[in-house]
Protein backbone atom coordinates (compact mmCIF):
# COMPACT_ATOMS: atom_id res chain seq x y z
CA UNK A 1 0.00 0.00 0.00
CA UNK A 2 1.44 3.61 -0.68
CA UNK A 3 2.11 5.68 1.65
CA UNK A 4 -0.92 8.38 1.92
CA UNK A 5 0.65 10.59 4.56
CA UNK A 6 -0.17 13.83 2.76
CA UNK A 7 -3.10 13.42 1.42
CA UNK A 8 -5.23 12.99 4.28
CA UNK A 9 -5.21 16.34 7.93
CA UNK A 10 -4.60 14.40 11.25
CA UNK A 11 -8.38 14.33 11.62
CA UNK A 12 -9.15 12.97 8.68
CA UNK A 13 -6.50 10.01 9.26
CA UNK A 14 -7.59 9.37 12.47
CA UNK A 15 -11.85 9.33 10.99
CA UNK A 16 -10.70 6.72 8.53
CA UNK A 17 -9.13 4.54 11.51
CA UNK A 18 -12.08 4.69 13.34
CA UNK A 19 -14.40 4.06 10.31
CA UNK A 20 -11.94 0.68 9.65
CA UNK A 21 -12.07 -0.50 13.27
CA UNK A 22 -16.02 -0.06 13.87
CA UNK A 23 -16.93 -1.41 10.20
CA UNK A 24 -13.85 -4.55 9.89
CA UNK A 25 -12.86 -4.55 13.22
CA UNK A 26 -16.01 -4.16 14.40
CA UNK A 27 -14.52 -3.16 17.75
CA UNK A 28 -14.34 0.32 18.81
CA UNK A 29 -10.77 1.91 18.22
CA UNK A 30 -10.23 2.27 22.58
CA UNK A 31 -11.26 -1.39 23.15
CA UNK A 32 -8.25 -2.78 21.30
CA UNK A 33 -6.82 -5.34 23.88
CA UNK A 34 -2.69 -4.74 24.48
CA UNK A 35 -2.64 -6.51 27.63
CA UNK A 36 -2.84 -10.04 25.68
CA UNK A 37 -0.16 -12.38 27.79
CA UNK A 38 0.82 -15.58 25.75
CA UNK A 39 2.98 -18.64 27.17
CA UNK A 40 6.54 -18.11 26.36
CA UNK A 41 7.73 -20.59 23.84
CA UNK A 42 8.18 -23.64 25.15
CA UNK A 43 11.25 -26.54 24.51
CA UNK A 44 11.10 -28.68 23.00
CA UNK A 45 8.48 -28.13 20.12
CA UNK A 46 6.49 -30.73 18.35
CA UNK A 47 8.36 -32.62 15.50
CA UNK A 48 7.65 -31.44 11.97
CA UNK A 49 5.17 -34.52 11.63
CA UNK A 50 3.11 -33.49 14.46
CA UNK A 51 2.88 -29.66 13.48
CA UNK A 52 1.75 -30.74 10.18
CA UNK A 53 -0.69 -32.77 12.04
CA UNK A 54 -1.76 -30.17 14.06
CA UNK A 55 -2.11 -27.61 10.98
CA UNK A 56 -4.00 -30.18 9.01
CA UNK A 57 -6.33 -30.58 11.72
CA UNK A 58 -6.45 -26.96 12.98
CA UNK A 59 -5.77 -24.60 10.22
CA UNK A 60 -6.37 -25.88 6.90
CA UNK A 61 -9.88 -25.81 6.94
CA UNK A 62 -9.88 -22.29 5.98
CA UNK A 63 -5.86 -21.54 4.92
CA UNK A 64 -5.48 -24.61 3.45
CA UNK A 65 -3.09 -27.66 3.28
CA UNK A 66 -0.28 -25.38 1.36
CA UNK A 67 -1.30 -22.43 3.68
CA UNK A 68 -2.35 -20.08 0.49
CA UNK A 69 -5.81 -19.07 1.86
CA UNK A 70 -7.98 -21.29 -0.08
CA UNK A 71 -8.63 -24.72 2.60
CA UNK A 72 -12.13 -25.99 1.42
CA UNK A 73 -13.93 -23.74 3.76
CA UNK A 74 -12.47 -20.37 2.72
CA UNK A 75 -15.16 -19.26 0.65
CA UNK A 76 -17.74 -19.26 3.88
CA UNK A 77 -15.22 -16.05 5.51
CA UNK A 78 -14.98 -12.26 4.47
CA UNK A 79 -12.44 -11.52 4.75
CA UNK A 80 -10.95 -14.49 3.53
CA UNK A 81 -8.26 -16.38 5.49
CA UNK A 82 -4.78 -15.24 5.19
CA UNK A 83 -2.39 -16.30 2.91
CA UNK A 84 0.33 -17.79 4.69
CA UNK A 85 2.80 -18.23 1.88
CA UNK A 86 2.41 -14.43 1.36
CA UNK A 87 6.53 -13.95 2.37
CA UNK A 88 6.56 -9.63 2.03
CA UNK A 89 3.99 -9.80 5.30
CA UNK A 90 5.26 -12.85 7.19
CA UNK A 91 8.90 -11.20 6.85
CA UNK A 92 7.72 -8.16 8.17
CA UNK A 93 5.74 -9.14 11.30
CA UNK A 94 7.43 -11.12 14.67
CA UNK A 95 7.30 -14.87 15.85
CA UNK A 96 5.15 -12.89 18.95
CA UNK A 97 3.06 -11.34 16.38
CA UNK A 98 2.10 -14.48 15.04
CA UNK A 99 2.30 -15.89 18.10
CA UNK A 100 -0.72 -13.63 19.17
CA UNK A 101 -3.13 -13.89 16.45
CA UNK A 102 -3.10 -18.00 17.11
CA UNK A 103 -3.26 -17.94 21.07
CA UNK A 104 -6.07 -14.84 20.92
CA UNK A 105 -7.28 -14.95 17.22
CA UNK A 106 -7.94 -11.89 14.83
CA UNK A 107 -10.69 -9.40 16.11
CA UNK A 108 -12.96 -9.08 12.71
CA UNK A 109 -11.99 -12.12 11.03
CA UNK A 110 -13.09 -16.05 11.23
CA UNK A 111 -9.57 -16.50 13.06
CA UNK A 112 -10.57 -17.44 16.35
CA UNK A 113 -8.58 -18.11 19.38
CA UNK A 114 -7.12 -21.53 19.95
CA UNK A 115 -5.08 -20.53 23.31
CA UNK A 116 -7.98 -22.98 25.04
CA UNK A 117 -7.80 -25.59 22.19
CA UNK A 118 -4.21 -26.05 21.63
CA UNK A 119 -1.33 -26.21 23.90
CA UNK A 120 1.70 -23.29 23.91
CA UNK A 121 3.76 -26.48 22.37
CA UNK A 122 1.40 -26.60 19.53
CA UNK A 123 1.07 -23.34 18.87
CA UNK A 124 5.03 -21.78 18.75
CA UNK A 125 5.43 -24.86 16.49
CA UNK A 126 2.12 -23.54 14.38
CA UNK A 127 4.54 -20.35 14.42
CA UNK A 128 7.50 -22.19 12.79
CA UNK A 129 5.37 -23.82 10.42
CA UNK A 130 4.33 -20.28 9.18
CA UNK A 131 7.33 -19.46 8.56
CA UNK A 132 8.17 -22.56 6.69
CA UNK A 133 4.90 -21.74 4.15
CA UNK A 134 5.85 -18.23 3.78
CA UNK A 135 9.30 -18.50 2.42
CA UNK A 136 10.44 -20.58 -0.68
CA UNK A 137 13.47 -22.27 0.69
CA UNK A 138 11.56 -23.60 3.84
CA UNK A 139 13.89 -20.85 5.89
CA UNK A 140 11.14 -18.44 7.37
CA UNK A 141 12.94 -18.00 10.66
CA UNK A 142 12.84 -14.32 11.58
CA UNK A 143 14.95 -12.70 13.89
CA UNK A 144 12.90 -11.15 17.08
Known sequence: MPPYGDLLEKKETESLINLLFDHFIRIRRDEKRTDLQFQA??????????????????CSSCHGIAGHGKGPEYLKFLPRPRDLTNSPYFHSITNDRIATAIFFGVPGTAMSPFAKRL??????????????????????????
Open 41 to 58: KPEPLLSAGETESVFKKN
Open 119 to 144: SAQAVWSLVGHVRTLSTSEGKGERAD
